[in-house]
């Protein structure tokens, strides 16, 4: 299969400009063209993939389809484009050496003397260059910041593409950071003529330059960068800080980032109908509901990335806003910290930091009335909340954490002791309970969602716990796994063992999600406008 035209997007100064974001609204944009795109990552760091890593490090792991544990950047490409992203979409060094030493050890390379070119950088192309289906554009993005040691062998990769291809099927987009320093009242370009120049290190010459920065750049800021980083004017782009991702395609837009992009490969279209993106952003107004989200890392919001955009597509489509009450689990239990919530969601985890806290606010929820969401580790917490306060099961709890007489939490078969890419991952199909609760937010008895959890609802529990009022509303296709529970006698509880977040996107809100807002604000009367 045969890619048109490749767009690299590289990161420079510091890291957390969001390349991410620059390479999905350039998606997005050149989607509303009508062109067929993909989005890939590069990431340089070591590990294998992201699913290893500490998400107050690195950030959400996001799950494909496939069951790839990726970058979160993944989770923009898919909402800003809509199109399902797979374990081909994400490298990393660890990946690529992995891939290199199991060649090498076949005889692959047999008599040769393996090296980082050109053994490394022809992998990583043909990672780059692979695709299973006709493409005008591929847009990668390479992770980390230009300079890095680990960064060389994919600038390497993509000079080599940039060299063989040449300019007509090849753009390279660098983004920096325009830092502003108050004592001097200005903004320094300095960081990105020394970026540019580590990139013209690596034999890269930038086409566009965008420029992050918190102020507005001026014409003489902006003609100071094209003239040192030997780069046409037209091709010094801000990039802004907004309210509101979705602004994005249609500020870039504004900014000629399209056009400057189309026009680098003779493509002269008329401007693309951006009325969605607009409508999007337009819509994001209304009354605030206040949804508490109880987690271990509630410092580092990037971990809960994906769910608090679902919980902002939801609110969308239910024309309000919501303003997230973050609650440290590690932190004493305090019910103060809760009132005032119009609904309460306990997200995903590992280990056995905080889920106290965790179990005391799923009784709040439960014995109050609030609607309630629990995802992965927070539905197998509502099963313990419930199994030890109802049904007054004794010594109950997950096999995660404790070893006890009822262990109404269990590790799944076929579990490995090796924890990466280890755990049950990606799609599996459910049934649901014709006439539960979660059939009629879907509307429909069969659904596939992503996973990525080690443990499940002990089987030999579940007529225990319907006989006591909790309905297990989801089964996995092939039997083994309780997927979805959900109590007779609460106006909206539900627990959930996979992770709707993933597949929630602006145009098209999770169902779950979606219902979920929707009875916050019925159940507390907040008027919509
Ligand atoms: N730690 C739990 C498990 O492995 C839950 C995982 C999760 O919340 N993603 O099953």
Known sequence: MKINRFIFVTGGVVSSLGKGLVASSIGALLQAYGFKIHIRKLDPYLNIDAGTMNPAQHGEVFVTNDGAETD???????????????????????????????????????????????????????????????????????????????????????????????????????????????????????????????????????????????????????????????????????????????????????????????????????????????????????????????????????????????????????????????????????????QGSNAILVPGGFGDHGIEGKISTINYARINNIPFLGICLGMQLAVIEFAHDVIKLDDVHSEEFYICQNPIIKLADNQSVDLGGTMRLGEYPCNLKAGSKIAEIYNMTTILERHRHRYIINKNYQDILEQGGMLCSGISEDGTCIEVIELKDHPWFIGVQFHPEFKSRPFTPHPIFASFVKAAIQLNNIIRV
């Not at 192309?125 to 960064?151: A, H, M, Q, W």
């Not at 279209?269 to 890392?297: C, H, M, R």
């Open 72 to 338: 979160l950047d993944l989770g923009y490409y898919e909402r800003f484009t809509g199109i399902q992203t797979t374990k081909h979409d994400n490298i990393t060094t660890g990946k690529v050496y992995d891939q290199l030493l199991k060649k090498e050890r076949r005889g692959d390379y047999l008599g040769k003397t393996v090296q980082v070119i050109p053994h490394v950088t022809d992998l990583i192309k043909s990672f780059i260059i692979n695709s299973r289906e006709n493409l005008d554009f591929l847009i990668c993005e390479v992770g980390g910041t230009v300079g890095d040691i680990e960064s060389q062998p994919f600038l390497e990769a993509i000079r080599q593409i940039s060299y063989h291809l040449g300019k007509q099927r090849v753009i390279l987009i660098h983004l920096t950071l325009v830092p502003y320093l108050t004592a001097a009242q200005d903004l320094k370009t300095k960081p990105t003529q020394h970026s540019v120049r580590e990139l013209n290190f690596a034999g890269i010459q930038p086409d566009i330059i965008l420029c992050r920065s918190e102020q507005k750049i001026s014409q003489h800021q902006k003609e100071k960068i094209a003239n040192l980083c030997n780069v046409p004017l037209s091709n010094v782009i801000p990039a802004p800080d907004v309210n509101y991702i979705y602004e994005l395609p249609v500020l870039y837009n504004q900014y000629g980032l399209d056009t400057q992009i189309l026009e680098h490969f003779g493509l002269n279209l008329p401007k693309p109908y951006l009325t969605a993106w607009t409508d999007l952003v337009q819509n994001t107004i209304g009354e605030e509901i206040t949804i508490s989200i109880v987690g271990k890392y509630t410092e580092f919001p990037d971990t809960y990335k994906s769910l608090v955009e679902a919980l902002h597509h939801g609110a969308i489509c239910n024309n309000v806003m919501v303003k997230i009450n973050w609650i440290n689990s590690r932190e004493q239990f305090a019910e103060a910290q809760l």
